[in-house]
């Protein structure tokens, strides 16, 4: 979650991309100017451990991982390298994702919460386990939904993957791109690359499709049906912060459908419309200029930069990219549906 107040392996030690294969949906004249990711394995992180005023603290190259209580070797060292992993993912893809950076970066702030009841006395989000804060630029979560849950038909022990702290640092990451982002987009890719990481620090993206379907799976559908309703496309891609919490206010029980329908739609524009590049490319770049303008001071007020979200379609309606979605998952063993969220007006 986002409060807006507003895998490629190494050449060595470091990190090395791996050639990609054209996705069956796509044209096989398609031409790739740049490869695209099938794979990231970032290298554990080295940390040092330290304290602050309110407890521990645990420092790796670009982040401090801080937590009241003491955290096992295992424990850091695992939330370590998936800190340490989310740029360099981020910047694997051939894509205008990151912030331009001149020179050296302060250490990014993780602030881990020993208990979900911590995590709300501290100003966590009612309804949330973990956030970006984009005033203090510091990630919060709780400790006790870092852990995945057992699957409702697996015999498995629950595992450290780290979904919820992947999501959260790519917003932060990603913080003065973001702004700019329609927040579809942001959540949504925040989402796919929490589904792309099988291994603390490790993603891939050649199965991705599998891996989508085994994330919405755990974290919502828990094996119970694949049949799903998403918020139209039209709906979702007009929603910004204020009807977003709206909707996580009015809608609850199932607040839920808004990121996977902006996972499934970030997933088709990396994968199945836009590995050409296309609109997608187009359209960050734009917005990537839009950010340079504003902190250069031509421009004082972001509202105005907004980028129109049409390059992103070309000549392809949110009905036939509804079709074209449905289609695509139901192949894959998901069944769509699409409706209006609850209190949402019809566009005119």
Same mark, same amino acid.
């Given at each position: 979650?986002?409060?807006?107040?507003?895998?490629?392996?190494?050449?060595?030690?470091?990190?090395?991309?791996?050639?990609?294969?054209?996705?069956?949906?796509?044209? #096989?004249?398609?031409?790739?100017? +740049? #490869?695209? #990711?099938?794979?990231?394995?970032?290298?554990?992180?080295?940390?040092?451990?330290?304290?602050?005023?309110?407890?521990?603290?645990?420092?790796?190259?670009? /982040?401090?991982?801080?937590?009241?209580?003491?955290?096992?070797?295992?424990?850091?060292?695992?939330?370590?390298?998936?800190?340490?992993?989310?740029?360099?993912?981020?910047?694997? %893809?051939?894509?205008?994702?990151?912030?331009?950076?001149?020179?050296?970066?302060?250490?990014?702030?993780?602030?881990?919460?020993?208990?979900?009841?911590?995590? $709300?006395?501290?100003?966590?989000?009612? *309804?949330?386990? &973990?956030?970006?804060?984009?005033?203090?630029?510091?990630?919060?979560?709780?400790?006790?939904?870092?852990?995945?849950?057992?699957?409702?038909?697996?015999?498995?022990?629950?595992?450290?993957?780290?979904?919820?702290?992947?999501?959260?640092?790519?917003?932060?990451?990603?913080?003065?791109?973001?702004? $700019?982002?329609? $927040?579809?987009?942001?959540? *949504?890719?925040?989402?796919?690359?929490?589904?792309?990481?099988?291994?603390?620090?490790?993603?891939?993206? =050649? +199965?991705?499709?599998?891996?989508?379907?085994?994330?919405?799976?755990? $974290?919502?559908?828990?094996?119970?049906?694949?049949?799903?309703?998403?918020?139209?496309?039209?709906?979702?891609?007009?929603?910004?912060?204020?009807?977003?919490?709206?909707?996580?206010?009015?809608?609850?029980? =199932?607040? /839920?459908?808004?990121?996977?329908?902006?996972?499934?739609?970030?997933? /088709?524009? %990396?994968?199945?419309?836009?590995? &050409?590049? &296309?609109?997608?490319?187009? %359209?960050?770049?734009?917005?990537?200029?839009?950010?340079?303008?504003?902190?250069?001071?031509?421009?004082?007020?972001? *509202?105005?930069?907004?980028?129109?979200?049409?390059?992103?379609?070309?000549?392809?309606?949110?009905?036939?990219?509804?079709?074209?979605?449905?289609? /695509?998952?139901?192949?894959?063993?998901?069944?769509?549906?699409?409706?209006?969220?609850?209190?949402?007006?019809?566009?005119?």
């Amino acid at each position: 979650m986002q409060r807006r107040q507003h895998r490629i392996c190494k050449p060595t030690a470091c990190h090395r991309v791996i050639a990609t294969v054209a996705l069956a949906m796509l044209s #096989p004249c398609t031409v790739l100017a +740049e #490869p695209w #990711p099938t794979r990231y394995d970032a290298p554990t992180a080295k940390y040092a451990e330290g304290s602050f005023a309110g407890g521990f603290a645990y420092q790796s190259r670009s /982040y401090s991982i801080l937590c009241s209580e003491k955290l096992s070797a295992g424990r850091v060292n695992e939330m370590a390298t998936v800190a340490e992993s989310v740029r360099g993912v981020l910047e694997s %893809f051939p894509l205008e994702l990151m912030p331009s950076t001149n020179g050296a970066r302060e250490r990014a702030v993780i602030r881990i919460y020993p208990t979900q009841n911590d995590y $709300l006395k501290s100003g966590g989000p009612a *309804g949330s386990s &973990g956030f970006f804060n984009a005033r203090s630029r510091e990630v919060m979560v709780s400790n006790e939904y870092l852990i995945e849950p057992k699957g409702h038909r697996s015999n498995l022990e629950p595992r450290q993957r780290y979904r919820l702290l992947v999501h959260e640092l790519v917003h932060q990451a990603m913080a003065e791109n973001a702004v $700019l982002l329609p $927040l579809w987009l942001s959540e *949504g890719i925040a989402e796919y690359l929490s589904s792309a990481q099988f291994a603390p620090g490790r993603y891939r993206f =050649n +199965e991705s499709a599998r891996d989508i379907v085994n994330h919405l799976r755990t $974290l919502w559908l828990h094996d119970r049906q694949n049949t799903i309703t998403l918020p139209t496309i039209e709906s979702l891609i007009q929603m910004d912060s204020r009807a977003w919490a709206t909707d996580n206010r009015i809608n609850k029980d =199932n607040a /839920y459908a808004k990121y996977a329908a902006s996972l499934l739609l970030t997933h /088709y524009q %990396f994968e199945l419309a836009a590995r &050409g590049r &296309g609109g997608l490319a187009e %359209f960050l770049a734009a917005m990537k200029a839009d950010v340079g303008k504003f902190k250069s001071g031509r421009s004082r007020h972001y *509202g105005r930069l907004a980028v129109d979200q049409s390059l992103l379609w070309k000549d392809r309606s949110p009905e036939i990219v509804q079709k074209q979605l449905a289609d /695509y998952w139901q192949s894959k063993g998901l069944k769509l549906t699409f409706a209006l969220p609850s209190g949402a007006k019809p566009a005119k």
